[in-house]
């Protein structure tokens, strides 16, 4: 299924945002039916998220979390008892995974298991030389002329 979305016009005038329009594209496809275990994704503040996983009956070794570039990847897999006879079986313990799409510089700050959830702390830190910078603009005309000596001044922009 495609995005009744034409993007053709933002392609012309952006340069580098291709990941962006992909994810949009293929955000209308079906991810699958199974959205187990149930999970919130919270925003704390400016530069801080929160994404809270339901994971009772899973233990810290049953769990695991991978960090790529621009993904995190959250598996669970509970190891069967195969000696238990269960009378009543309600518990769902079957494995799963869930992937979430990262932006750029976002990174893990902290998980733990708490109270049968899967708390995964982000924050997003821009490195110091992606942040705005103030550029000299300098008066002499050589530069015009062909004097490639352009000066960059490190003043960040307030």
């Known amino acids: 299924m495609r995005s009744n979305v034409d993007f053709s016009p933002f392609y012309r005038s952006s340069v580098g945002f291709d990941r962006i329009f992909n994810l949009l594209e ?3 496809q079906p991810q699958g039916s199974d959205r187990w275990p149930p999970y919130d994704i919270v925003k704390l503040g400016e ?9 009772a ?5 049953d769990l695991a979390i991978t960090h790529e570039p621009n993904l995190l990847v959250v598996k669970g897999d509970k190891s ?7 009378l009543h079986h309600g518990l769902a313990l079957r494995p799963f995974a869930h992937r979430f799409e990262l932006a750029d510089h976002v990174s ?9 959830l899967l708390i995964i702390d982000l924050k997003k830190e821009i490195p110091e030389e992606m942040k705005p910078r103030r550029i000299a603009i300098s008066g002499s005309a ?6 490639s000596s352009n000066r960059v001044s490190d003043n960040r922009a307030a």
């Open 47 to 55: 530069d801080k998220y929160r994404i809270v996983i339901a994971v």
């Open 80 to 86: 069967t008892d195969e000696e238990l006879q269960y």
């Open 108 to 116: 893990v700050t902290d998980a733990r298991v708490d109270n049968g």
């Open 57 to 61: 009956g899973f233990g810290q070794d």
């Open 142 to 147: 050589n530069t015009i002329a062909g004097d």
């Open 26 to 28: 293929n955000s209308t």
